[in-house]
């Protein structure tokens, strides 16, 4: 069997239109796997391709975790228990699979309708990178909104995250470790950060599910939590996702400052030779890598120690690739950190980061020849001991944009 369809339920009252666009699917080599869960009944239709279970279980990581381990097929679908997939679905996800074999998710665009079906028009903030487009599918009219690309930055943060359908390849999903039983929210985000370092991700350029919109999505009910939990498994995840999109893209990850704590993964670059060292350079002047060949740079405790802060920026922007990001840890003029080293040259905080991402700010320093946007920007204490000696660091994860990367998800300032 190729397709497993999976649809945990705690609210049975769409899933007769669920099956209603399963049963008008051009292909029809699948199974549908429904839990019903906490107490949720529901007549399920006479096919035998319908597989109806019960359960108890403690969120929606629970429940799709138990889903998925009834399911036979090659290919893992989610449908959630109030929406609807286009009838083209599963045949654009098998062709898309056919085409990258080495895929372990293929994702298309989604439109959002109402409790009643009706299209919907609410849309995410668009100077954030959304995009919208009057579409219609199987006779509905309808406004989907276009993917994101699978980069690092938008896989890690469930907002830019490919959304609905989520074709996943069965052997992929076993690799990555399945969902999380203990996860009642941002269950997707955690499984699809563990599925891109297991495989690429294809993106379907075309809408293919229907995704109602309505006061009980767990979105609605649980929207601070779901904030604040993005953020968390994005620091988590954001540098191995980085790390296996430099190994599929053939990037260099480059560690500067690595002959203190190099990390593996990345080539060890510093001034002098030493263990963990593997380029020796003088930063600013350039190092002898291409234009655009580098993926990621990590800078922990780096920035501080070379003084020509605008030639520095220049040849990390010049080493990475569009899209590459440096991911830097630097003590904050905030604390006592940046002052108390005498070694320490040059100073920042997360204001030091506008003339390298706003164009507004970038024109006072005429000779900044880079253009990046911000992934994240914080400032905070990295231990207990970093605080009770108000030793404060700033957390700028930047990604370069150049041609022809286009922007990613969140404010580009211009």
Same mark, same amino acid.
């Given at each position: 069997?190729?397709?497993?369809?999976?649809?945990?339920?705690?609210?049975?009252?769409? *899933?007769?239109?669920?099956?209603?666009?399963?049963?008008?699917?051009?292909?029809?080599?699948?199974?549908?796997?429904?839990?019903?869960?906490?107490?949720?009944?529901?007549?399920?239709? &006479?096919?035998?391709?319908?597989?109806?279970?019960?359960?108890?279980?403690?969120?929606?990581?629970?429940?799709?975790?138990?889903?998925?381990?009834?399911?036979?097929?090659?290919?893992?679908?989610?449908? &959630?228990?109030?929406?609807?997939?286009?009838?083209?679905? *599963?045949?654009?996800?098998?062709?898309?699979?056919?085409?990258? #074999?080495?895929?372990?998710?293929?994702?298309?665009?989604?439109?959002?309708?109402?409790?009643?079906?009706?299209?919907?028009?609410?849309?995410? &903030?668009?100077?954030?990178?959304?995009?919208?487009?009057?579409?219609?599918?199987?006779?509905?009219?309808?406004?989907?909104? /276009?993917?994101?690309?699978?980069? #690092?930055?938008?896989?890690?943060?469930?907002?830019? $995250? #490919?959304?609905?359908?989520?074709?996943?390849?069965?052997?992929?999903?076993?690799?990555?470790?399945?969902?999380?039983?203990? /996860?009642?929210?941002?269950?997707?985000?955690? *499984?699809?950060?563990?599925?891109?370092?297991?495989?690429?991700?294809?993106?379907?350029?075309?809408?293919?599910?229907?995704?109602?919109?309505?006061?009980?999505?767990?979105?609605?009910? /649980?929207? $601070?939590?779901?904030?604040?939990?993005?953020?968390? *498994?994005?620091?988590?995840?954001?540098?191995?996702?980085?790390?296996?999109?430099?190994? /599929?893209?053939?990037?260099?990850?480059?560690?500067?400052?690595?002959?203190?704590?190099?990390?593996?993964?990345?080539?060890?670059?510093?001034?002098?030779?030493?263990?963990?060292?593997?380029?020796?350079?003088?930063?600013?002047?350039?190092?002898?890598?291409?234009?655009?060949?580098?993926?990621?740079?990590?800078?922990? &405790?780096?920035?501080?120690?070379?003084?020509?802060?605008?030639?520095?920026?220049?040849?990390?922007?010049?080493?990475?690739?569009?899209?590459?990001?440096?991911?830097?840890?630097?003590?904050?003029?905030?604390?006592?950190?940046?002052?108390?080293?005498?070694?320490?040259?040059?100073?920042?905080?997360?204001?030091?980061?506008?003339?390298?991402?706003? $164009?507004?700010?970038?024109?006072?320093?005429?000779?900044?020849?880079?253009?990046?946007?911000?992934?994240?920007?914080?400032?905070?204490?990295?231990?207990?001991?970093?605080?009770?000696?108000?030793?404060?660091?700033?957390?700028?994860?930047?990604?370069?944009?150049?041609?022809?990367?286009?922007?990613?998800?969140?404010?580009?300032?211009?």
């Amino acid at each position: 069997m190729r397709f497993s369809v999976y649809t945990p339920s705690h609210d049975p009252r769409w *899933l007769n239109e669920c099956w209603e666009s399963l049963r008008k699917q051009t292909v029809q080599d699948f199974e549908w796997v429904v839990v019903l869960n906490g107490g949720a009944k529901w007549n399920p239709p &006479d096919d035998p391709r319908v597989w109806v279970t019960t359960a108890a279980l403690n969120g929606v990581g629970a429940a799709k975790e138990r889903a998925c381990a009834c399911c036979h097929g090659e290919i893992l679908v989610e449908l &959630d228990h109030d929406d609807i997939l286009a009838s083209t679905c *599963l045949e654009e996800i098998g062709r898309a699979f056919d085409i990258h #074999p080495g895929a372990s998710m293929v994702y298309s665009e989604t439109a959002q309708i109402t409790a009643g079906g009706k299209k919907d028009t609410s849309k995410f &903030d668009t100077s954030h990178g959304w995009e919208y487009y009057e579409d219609t599918v199987d006779g509905r009219a309808v406004m989907p909104f /276009r993917s994101m690309e699978p980069t #690092p930055h938008n896989v890690s943060y469930i907002w830019y $995250a #490919p959304n609905h359908v989520k074709g996943i390849s069965h052997l992929a999903y076993d690799t990555a470790g399945g969902y999380d039983p203990a /996860r009642y929210i941002c269950d997707d985000q955690d *499984l699809m950060c563990r599925l891109y370092q297991v495989g690429p991700f294809v993106p379907i350029h075309k809408c293919l599910y229907l995704q109602r919109v309505h006061g009980q999505n767990t979105q609605t009910q /649980r929207n $601070a939590d779901i904030q604040a939990e993005t953020v968390k *498994l994005y620091d988590y995840y954001i540098q191995p996702n980085v790390l296996s999109w430099c190994k /599929r893209e053939g990037l260099i990850a480059l560690d500067f400052g690595a002959a203190h704590n190099q990390v593996e993964g990345y080539i060890g670059v510093d001034q002098r030779e030493g263990p963990g060292v593997d380029i020796v350079a003088e930063l600013p002047k350039p190092i002898d890598l291409p234009d655009s060949s580098v993926g990621v740079i990590r800078a922990c &405790d780096f920035l501080e120690h070379i003084a020509d802060k605008v030639g520095l920026i220049n040849e990390i922007y010049r080493l990475l690739a569009p899209g590459g990001m440096l991911l830097s840890l630097t003590p904050s003029t905030d604390g006592r950190g940046a002052f108390q080293d005498p070694t320490h040259v040059a100073f920042y905080n997360e204001n030091s980061f506008w003339y390298y991402t706003q $164009a507004s700010m970038q024109k006072y320093v005429p000779d900044l020849k880079c253009h990046f946007q911000v992934s994240r920007l914080f400032s905070g204490y990295p231990s207990a001991w970093h605080e009770q000696h108000q030793i404060s660091y700033v957390t700028a994860n930047l990604i370069a944009l150049k041609e022809p990367m286009p922007r990613q998800g969140g404010r580009v300032e211009i």
